[in-house]
């Protein structure tokens, strides 16, 4: 959990004139202190971090954010954005006693432009709401993720949320044309804006797209809405090897092209999870126990008529020789492709619902790494030998620093480490599951190791899911301290009394810790 949490700063403590001076902004019913609303503010989806939140703020408007962000500014109050609260680092849920800014009152989508591909919605707007009224326009949102029935754009942004299609849509600094942000002393940066090109200066959007409301809340976001497929297919191989895994992938590049939406992966420990777990789940491929599966997703666009256009039917048959030909070379071992919908969501649910039934199994470990995508897996591997070797030199008179933390007990046998993730992106999704809960010794034998490993891969120790309060003291396993310093210039400009989202993505200085 990368260690304690951080001390409590020098914030003012909450007291009833705040209170009556939030009422005044949003009315009694959006200044919530109940037990209950307060509850499911304060903890994280993976009921990992848990903060003690006094009040919950539910803002309507812009000016609203403004004026709270006004107000606790000038009384050195610390404040915490939360969107969906399905972020997977802990940080959107307060880490003391932060105000709680919800933003699931600004939910509407403003405006869609059919012709020019682009949306502008409010923060708030769940991923799979703005989905479904775009589907309506013939149109669809650029990225897709798990979460997407409770997350919000303003926490996919503010998280720079890759998800499941970014081999397509490519990232969010990409897809997002405007945003509007307040910052710490609520003035309000109208940077909506629906233009292809706009190079006036400084693209200071791309700052927010990512800070995990450190320098702002984004209140409204603009972005592109490419056109909906006419039709998609799912296909799940088989394949012996991890090697066999990334040459799936190469060749899927060179012999799908174009059509390519998603290339993703999972071990043979994450379907055994999910199949274990998740009601009405099915192997794919009952005849095979492979060691692992990779997903791809196709898109085809249009009917079939114009030039160059393929019908559905087509392109489907294109992915059926794709998979023949795989097996045909020994590059798969077996696959299957999707016959309608119903059976294509199924394939997917197997690949995007491994989170969910990791958090049926219990207590988790989380890493999201970027590396070499050749060398992906091989840190799976490395986690599962050192939690081998733990184990055995836990009944020895081993007195290693993580072996002493591991006898101190927790019972290894039952730790399980799952590898899958976005192959297509060289992004892994390392989890290790814990079904006795978290415990400091099998914390040990992870990190720094994961971070260490990691860094020496000149890899990212946050591919997508962000700093939050889980990582900010390994963030120089990523960032040199000239760029971490930079960082901290820049939280200066937007957030001089660093009120927003205390805490996260920032490492205290050093001088901060020793003072401490
Ligand atoms: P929250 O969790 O509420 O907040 C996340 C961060 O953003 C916090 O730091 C918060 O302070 C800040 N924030 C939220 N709203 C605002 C705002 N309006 N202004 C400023 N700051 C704000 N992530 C991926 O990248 N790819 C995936 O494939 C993926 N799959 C997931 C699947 C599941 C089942 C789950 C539970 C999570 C998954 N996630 C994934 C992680 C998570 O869904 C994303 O990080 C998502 O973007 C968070 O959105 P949210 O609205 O829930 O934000
Ligand atoms: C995914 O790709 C998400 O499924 C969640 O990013 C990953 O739970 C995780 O580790
Ligand atoms: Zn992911």
Not at 62 to 85: D, E, F, K, W, Y
Not at 171 to 182: D, K, P, Q
Not at 235 to 250: E, I, K, Q, T, Y
Request: aromatic share 6%; net charge positive.
């Amino acid at each position: 959990m990368g260690g304690d949490p951080a001390p409590r700063g020098d914030f003012a403590v909450l007291t009833d004139a705040d209170l009556a001076a939030f009422r005044e902004i949003l009315g009694d019913d959006n200044v919530r202190t109940d037990a209950r609303s307060l509850d499911a503010c304060n903890e994280d989806w993976m009921r990992k971090y848990r903060g003690n939140a006094g009040v919950l703020l539910l803002p309507a408007r812009t000016s609203q954010v403004s004026a709270i962000l006004r107000h606790c500014n000038a009384r050195g109050l610390a404040v915490v954005p939360q969107g969906g609260n399905t972020g997977l680092v802990g940080g959107g849920v307060p880490v003391h006693d932060e105000i709680v800014l919800g933003m699931r009152r600004m939910n509407a989508v403003l405006s869609v432009d059919p012709v020019a591909g682009t949306v502008v919605c409010e923060a708030g707007c769940v991923l799979e709401d703005l989905e479904h009224a775009l589907n309506a326009r013939g149109m669809t949102a650029p990225l897709d993720l798990g979460a997407k029935g409770r997350c919000q754009i303003g926490g996919n942004v503010s998280t720079n949320a890759g998800g499941l299609r970014l081999v397509r849509h490519g990232s969010l600094h990409g897809s997002v044309l405007g945003l509007e942000v307040v910052t710490a002393d609520g003035t309000v940066l109208d940077l909506v804006r629906t233009l292809r090109k706009d190079n006036t200066g400084y693209d200071l959007k791309q700052l927010f797209i990512g800070a995990e409301g450190t320098l702002g809340v984004v209140t409204k976001v603009a972005m592109l809405a490419p056109r909906k497929p006419t039709g998609v297919d799912v296909a799940v191989c088989a394949v012996g090897s991890f090697a066999d895994a990334v040459a799936a992938l190469r060749d899927a590049r060179t012999k799908l092209g174009d059509c390519l939406q998603a290339f993703e992966f999972f071990d043979r420990a994450s379907l055994e999870l999910v199949l274990s777990t998740l009601r009405g789940a099915r192997d794919p491929l009952p005849k095979t126990k492979a060691p692992f599966y990779v997903v791809t997703e196709t898109a085809v666009f249009g009917d079939g008529s114009g030039k160059g256009s393929v019908t559905h039917r087509a392109a489907r048959r294109r992915v059926r020789a794709w998979v023949r030909s795989l097996r045909k070379r020994g590059v798969a071992i077996d696959g299957v492709v999707g016959e309608d919908a119903k059976h294509a969501s199924a394939l997917w649910n197997l690949r995007e619902r491994i989170s969910v039934a990791l958090k049926h199994a219990g207590a988790v470990y989380k890493y999201d790494v970027s590396l070499p995508t050749e060398r992906m897996y091989d840190l799976v591997v490395e986690t599962r030998n050192r939690l081998a070797a733990s184990t055995s030199a836990s009944t020895s008179t081993s007195t290693s620093a993580s072996t002493s933390a591991a006898s101190t007990s927790f019972d290894a046998s039952k730790v399980s480490v799952l590898g899958y993730g976005h192959l297509g992106d060289g992004n892994l999704h390392l989890n290790v599951s814990s079904p006795d809960g978290y415990h400091p010794g099998l914390e040990a034998i992870l990190e720094p190791f994961v971070y260490q490993w990691t860094a020496e891969q000149r890899g990212s120790i946050s591919a997508e899911h962000g700093v939050g309060a889980m990582k900010p003291r390994e963030l120089a396993h990523s960032k040199d301290e000239a760029s971490i310093e930079a960082m901290r210039r820049v939280k200066e400009v937007f957030d001089p009394r660093g009120i927003l989202n205390p805490y996260k993505v920032l490492p205290p200085r050093l001088t901060e810790h020793r003072s401490k």
